[in-house]
């Protein structure tokens, strides 16, 4: 399964991006979403979190209450809803699914990898 984030950008602090995560093909498996940053000279960081299911979710706490982490109708597609933007929020978002029955923090449990999309904040 191949994975395509889309929709990041530059903007300015305070604005708002939607970055969706499209898988290359459906599958008969359900999986669950991570989204992941990496800021440039840091390690990948777990961003947000949801089940197969779409009934649990999990947030980095520097993203609560900013972030939303969504999946669609699909087996393999969602999208993560970023608002009231940062200067730290700048960093390569990566979109990943798992086949494991959680929410996992840990890139580890993730299967599949998009390539990333680039946000950018600036003031």
């Known amino acids: 399964v191949e994975l395509v984030e889309s929709g990041g950008g530059s903007v300015q602090v305070g604005d708002s991006l939607r970055l969706s995560c499209a898988a290359s093909r459906d599958t008969s498996t359900y999986y669950g979403m991570g989204w992941f940053r990496q800021a440039p000279g840091k390690g990948r960081e777990f961003v947000a979190g949801?089940?197969?299911?779409?009934?649990?979710?999990k947030y980095t706490d520097a993203v609560k209450g900013r972030f939303t982490i969504s999946k669609d109708d699909t087996r393999t597609s969602g999208y993560l809803q970023m608002n009231s933007l940062k200067i730290e929020d700048t960093a390569v978002y990566y979109c990943?699914?798992?086949?494991?029955?959680?929410?996992?923090?840990?890139?580890?449990?993730?299967?599949?990898w998009g390539q990333g999309t680039q946000v950018t904040v600036s003031s």
């Open positions: 990943a699914l798992t086949a494991g029955d959680g929410v996992f923090r840990s890139p580890d449990e993730y299967d599949y």
């Open positions: 949801i089940s197969w299911n779409g009934g649990r979710t």
